[in-house]
């Protein structure tokens, strides 16, 4: 008996949801993985049968690794998926998720990692950040933004007015017609005293932020300093929400890395922990205060 692939099946149906090319990756790799295991098969079965290597089909099913068409109907037929609607399916979720990109026009400048950041963050619906070093990327002015990036890549300044443009372009997503980006974002209190390209640098960020506040779809809470330990003080992360039957994915970003969690017990742990920090955190209408007064006593200073 054909198995089911968990994908709309009846005649006139749209084939698919809507999503850019990053989550098209990921839900053909999920597809493909729970086709393999119902199909009794083992991943180095299927390395065997495309004769490649394991981690490429791990990586495949995972989302991180394109593959070919004709590997996708091999393996369709191997696992016992001949319906032809059910075959087509598949088959455009894969043509989908060759689409590039505007992310890639900077793939030779973005650090490791930050190609499937911006293509997860383009396709989220909801995005909710902790932010405990700097303003948060989506937030910040150019000349902030040049700032940073100059300062965490010195030896490399012929890429910072790409990296910047790169980031002023992420920030259209809250903006987007007709479902900007809805972004929560909670930052600490030292970032937004931290003078970051100079006195006058900063106060044009926080007056920024105080601009953003007013946008229906952002969030922005400020943690106090004065607030002590609390829940989220191990590191930044976002969490990405997409379309309903898409899983949500954590971003955990650190100097040694980029790590990206799916598993529902790893998720569940970020979104307790957001909870918690934003619970702690000032109530969003008091940040435009707190934003004011920081500015005030920065543009004193």
Partial sequence: MEQDIGLSSARGEAMATAGGPT???RQLGSELRRLREH???RIEDVASHLECSMSKISRVETGQAPIKARDVRDLLQWYGVTDPV??????????DAQQQGWWTHYAEVLPSGMAT???LEADARVLRSYEPTFVHGLLQTEEYARAVIAAVRPNEPQEVDQLVRFRKERQALLTRDPDPLE???????????????GREVMVAQLEHLIEATTMPNVTIQVMPTAKGAHAALA??????EFEPRT???VYVNSIAGN???EKERDVRTFIQTFDLVRAAAPDPHDTSVTLERIAREMHAS
Avoid: C, D, N
Avoid at 86 to 95: C, W
Avoid at 235 to 240: D, V
């Fill in 23 to 25: 989550v098209r990756r």
């Fill in 39 to 41: 199909a009794g098969k």
């Fill in 86 to 95: 059910r075959v087509e399916t598949v088959m455009q979720i894969h043509k």
């Fill in 117 to 119: 950041y911006a293509g």
């Fill in 183 to 197: 972004l929560w974002v909670v930052m600490e209190e030292s970032a937004l005293r931290r003078p970051v390209g």
């Fill in 235 to 240: 590191g930044t992360f976002s969490l990405l």
């Fill in 247 to 249: 899983p949500t994915v």
């Fill in 259 to 261: 790590v990206y969690l």
